[in-house]
C-alpha cells in the first residue's frame, strides 16, 4: 500500500497529549495544527505535523489527499448505540407529540417490546442490509467507530443472531465496532410475572453462550426501578464480570443514583444517560474512575429536558464522554456533530470539550485509546474531512453532517 499524504487542512484537531481518557482542563487541549498535514503508511499514521514537514516525508508514488483548506479531526467514536433491530417507531414519535408519555407507550406494549417484536421476526440478511443502511448514516456524520449494543432479542437465538450481524458489520472493515450484548435491556412480554425465570435464562444461558462464541466483550444492564433493579442488575453483572465481560450500565435515566452507585460497586468501564444522578452519584463514580457516557440527544428526542450535569461532572474529574444512543425509540439519530451541538448548548460543554468527550475520551471508555480517538503516530488512520474552516463550526453550525471523506485504516469510505 503506498502512502496517503492529506494536505491543505486549515486545521488538524491531533487530541495528541496522555494515553488515558482527559479530565478537567485536559478536556479543552486540543492539540490543533494549523496549516496541518498527516501522512499513513500501511493503514496507520506515520505522522502529523506541519504541511512542510509533511510533504518532505511522502514518499514518489504517494496518494495526495487536497482537503481544500477543511478540518481534519479524529474519527469520531460513539460509545452508545443500538444499531441492530427491524422496523421503527415513527409512530410512537408522533404520540409523544400528541402527549403520550415513553412510560405510558411502553405499558400498553410499545416501547423497546414492540421492536423486540419484530426483530424476532426479521431475519439476519434483512438486519444485516438495515444495520449497513445505518452505516452509511454513521459515517457521513464522521463517525468511524461504534459500542454496538443487542438488546432487542431477549431470547438467546435472537440475541445471538443480532450479535452475529453485529459481528458481520464490523467485519466488513467499513465502520469498526465494539459489541455489547444487553440481554437485560427489558423482561420480555413472555416473562411478564416471571422476572426470576428470565434473569436465570440470562445468567446460565445467555452469558455463557454469547461469551463461548465470543460475540461480545461488555455486557450492559438497563438499571431503573421499573426495568431490572440494583438487586436483579447486580446479579446479572456479577455472573457477567465471572466469565471476563467487561461492565457497562444504563444508569440514572429516570431515577436518582442508584445505577451510578451500582456502577461504581462494579467497577464499570461506563455508566450511560445519567440525567437523574446526583452529587452522591457523580462522587461514587469520580472515585471509582467510572466514565460517563451522556446521551443528550435521547432527552432532546423524548422531550423531558432533563440533561445530565456534564459541568459538575467535569468539576469533579470525571471523564466525559458522549455517544448517540442511535435507536429506533428515544434517539433515532447517528450524527455525531447534533450531539456535539446538544452538549455545547444543553449540558453547557465548550466545544473543545465535546470534540474530547467524543473522540478520545469515547475511544478509551471502549478501551480503544491506544489505537482510535486521536491523531498521533501508530494509531489507526481513521479521521473525516470536515467542511468547515474552524473545529467549533461542527457543533455551532447545527442539523449538518459535515464530512466531506472518512477514511478507515487509510482507506475511503465516502465522499
Known sequence: MSDLVVVNCRQVVTLAGPARARTGAEMREL??????????????????????EIERLASANAEIVDAGGRVVLPGFVDAHTHPVFAGNRADEFEQRAEGATYAEIAARGGGIRSTVRRTREAGEADLLAAARRYRGWFLRGG?????????????????????????????????????????AHEVPDEYRGRRCDYI??????????????????????????SVFPV???????????????????????????????????????????????????????????????????????????????ARQMIERGLAVTLGTDFNPGSSPTTSMPLVLSLAVTQLKMTCAEAITAATINAACSLRRGGRVGSLEEGKLADFAIHDCDDYRELPYFFGRDTARAVYIGGVRQIC
Open 143 to 183: 463517525t468511524t467507530t461504534i459500542e454496538a449494543k443487542s438488546g432487542y432479542g431477549l431470547t438467546l437465538e435472537a440475541e445471538l443472531k443480532i450479535l452475529r450481524v453485529i459481528r458481520e458489520l464490523g467485519a466488513e472493515g467499513s465502520l469498526r465496532t465494539a459489541p455489547t450484548f444487553l440481554g
Open 231 to 309: 438487586e436483579e442488575a447486580r446479579g446479572i453483572l456479577e455472573a457477567a464480570r465471572a466469565l471476563g465481560f467487561r461492565i457497562r450500565m444504563h444508569a440514572d435515566q429516570f431515577s436518582a443514583d442508584e445505577g451510578s452507585l451500582l456502577a461504581a460497586e462494579m467497577g464499570a468501564d461506563t455508566a450511560d444517560h445519567l440525567e437523574a444522578t446526583t452529587e452522591r452519584g457523580w462522587t461514587a463514580l469520580a472515585a471509582a474512575h467510572v466514565q460517563p457516557v451522556l446521551l443528550p440527544a435521547s432527552v432532546c428526542c423524548l422531550g423531558t429536558h432533563r440533561y445530565p450535569a
Open 200 to 225: 436465570r435464562l440470562l445468567i446460565e444461558e445467555m452469558l455463557p453462550a454469547v461469551w463461548r462464541e465470543g460475540l461480545a466483550e461488555s455486557c450492559d444492564v438497563f438499571c431503573e426501578p
Open 31 to 52: 492539540a490543533i495544527i494549523a496549516d496541518g498535514a498527516l501522512v499513513a503508511r500501511d493503514g496507520r499514521i506515520l505522522k502529523v505535523g506541519t504541511r512542510a
